[in-house]
């Protein structure tokens, strides 16, 4: 009987180590068609902005359309260019929760400017992660302000507060208008470097854009409804304390030695408890530039409308090294 079992195994075993043996190859795949083409920019945004933005009010929202023109600024443009195109590379990230449905991309060119737009998608670093350049097909999209910072999305009319803002635009529609192409570099990321001085005084060129400020620290200051800075509490000296639930971003101001300026911080953001850095700790902070002002129609002089978002506390780099191994 063993012997029986021994003729029908050795078959066997020699049929699959022929199997085995046998390397069958295959063409490497071409990934470039699964990730998407690129479609060469028919504007740039500082161009988007300054043709498609017709109303300068605190909130407002725009349709991006040649048809929705009116005959004084068609005469200024080329009517010839059909689609309306703009390319850039994802700046953002929510993986840390304190970016929230929407993305900003940047403009990979001397003098590039960067916008935010408005996706409703949480997660949406699954679909366009850091790094990742996309061509934006504005046709039909609306733009415009929402408390004076520019972004892009869909027509929103908030009943509640009886105003016309950009809203977020569904998934599909996203999916439809950012056209993802290559794979994603975060090493391509180029942010500025820059002073809080030059920042506030560079106007609103440079809202959305990523920039790293030097010699940086956190004073231990918040907010004040008047958008000045005020002394935090010991229990306040975190991120951002809850709101219960109401949801508004918490300041906390930084300083460099030629201004004063506030980042800003979801409750929740995963670092949102965290304590900030004590001032001793001074080094390079890397952040969204954004801007927040829902009232004043005129800017008062002694206000800081300027809100740096940072991604993750690896955004607080060069410096902050001691601080971050204290948080393990």
Same mark, same amino acid.
């Given at each position: 009987?063993?012997?029986? &079992?021994?003729?029908? @195994?050795?078959?066997?075993?020699?049929?699959?180590?022929?199997?085995?043996?046998?390397?069958?190859?295959?063409?490497?795949?071409?990934?470039?068609?699964?990730?998407?083409?690129?479609?060469?920019?028919?504007?740039?945004?500082?161009?988007?902005?300054?043709?498609?933005?017709?109303?300068?009010?605190?909130?407002?929202?725009?349709?991006?359309?040649?048809?929705?023109?009116?005959?004084?600024?068609?005469?200024?443009?080329?009517?010839?260019?059909?689609?309306?195109?703009?390319?850039?590379?994802?700046?953002?990230?929510?993986?840390?929760?304190?970016?929230?449905?929407?993305?900003?991309? #940047?403009?990979?060119?001397?003098?590039?400017?960067?916008?935010?737009?408005?996706?409703?998608?949480?997660?949406?670093?699954?679909?366009?992660?850091?790094?990742?350049?996309?061509?934006?097909?504005?046709?039909?999209?609306? @733009?415009?302000?929402?408390? #004076?910072?520019?972004?892009?999305?869909?027509?929103? &009319?908030?009943?509640?507060?009886?105003?016309?803002?950009?809203?977020?635009?569904?998934?599909?529609?996203?999916?439809?208008?950012?056209?993802?192409?290559?794979?994603?570099?975060?090493?391509?990321?180029?942010?500025?470097?820059?002073?809080?001085?030059?920042?506030?005084?560079?106007?609103?060129? &440079?809202?959305?854009?990523?920039?790293?400020?030097?010699?940086? +620290? +956190?004073?231990?200051?918040?907010?004040?409804?008047?958008?000045?800075?005020?002394?935090?509490?010991?229990?306040?000296?975190?991120?951002?304390?809850?709101?219960?639930?109401?949801?508004?971003?918490?300041?906390?101001?930084? #300083?460099?030695?030629?201004?004063?300026?506030?980042?800003?911080?979801?409750?929740?953001?995963?670092?949102?408890?965290?304590?900030?850095?004590?001032?001793?700790?001074?080094?390079?902070?890397?952040?969204?530039?954004?801007?927040?002002?829902?009232?004043?129609?005129?800017?008062?002089?002694?206000?800081?409308?300027?809100?740096?978002?940072?991604?993750?506390?690896?955004?607080?780099?060069?410096?902050?090294?001691?601080?971050?191994?204290?948080?393990?």
């Amino acid at each position: 009987m063993i012997n029986d &079992m021994i003729k029908k @195994i050795v078959p066997l075993f020699l049929l699959v180590s022929l199997v085995a043996c046998n390397q069958v190859e295959f063409e490497p795949m071409d990934v470039s068609g699964l990730l998407g083409e690129k479609i060469d920019s028919t504007y740039s945004i500082a161009r988007l902005k300054k043709v498609f933005i017709t109303d300068e009010s605190l909130f407002s929202a725009n349709k991006i359309s040649y048809a929705a023109l009116d005959s004084a600024t068609k005469s200024r443009i080329d009517t010839t260019i059909t689609d309306i195109v703009i390319n850039g590379i994802v700046t953002s990230t929510d993986v840390e929760g304190n970016v929230y449905k929407y993305l900003t991309i #940047q403009e990979e060119m001397p003098g590039g400017q960067a916008i935010k737009l408005s996706v409703d998608v949480s997660g949406l670093s699954a679909m366009f992660p850091l790094g990742q350049r996309v061509s934006v097909v504005c046709n039909d999209l609306y @733009i415009g302000q929402y408390a #004076q910072s520019v972004q892009m999305g869909v027509f929103y &009319m908030n009943s509640e507060r009886n105003r016309i803002e950009p809203g977020r635009m569904p998934k599909l529609m996203a999916r439809k208008h950012i056209i993802p192409y290559g794979m994603p570099d975060p090493s391509a990321i180029r942010p500025d470097t820059m002073t809080i001085a030059q920042i506030r005084t560079s106007g609103h060129e &440079m809202i959305n854009k990523l920039v790293v400020i030097k010699n940086a +620290f +956190f004073t231990g200051n918040g907010s004040s409804s008047q958008k000045r800075p005020v002394r935090l509490t010991d229990a306040e000296l975190i991120f951002a304390p809850s709101t219960n639930g109401i949801g508004y971003p918490q300041s906390r101001e930084i #300083q460099d030695g030629t201004g004063s300026v506030f980042v800003s911080t979801s409750e929740y953001a995963k670092f949102a408890t965290k304590p900030i850095p004590t001032s001793n700790h001074r080094g390079h902070i890397t952040a969204i530039v954004g801007w927040y002002n829902d009232r004043d129609l005129s800017p008062v002089a002694s206000s800081i409308y300027h809100q740096l978002t940072i991604r993750s506390l690896n955004d607080l780099g060069k410096g902050f090294e001691a601080y971050r191994q204290s948080l393990n």
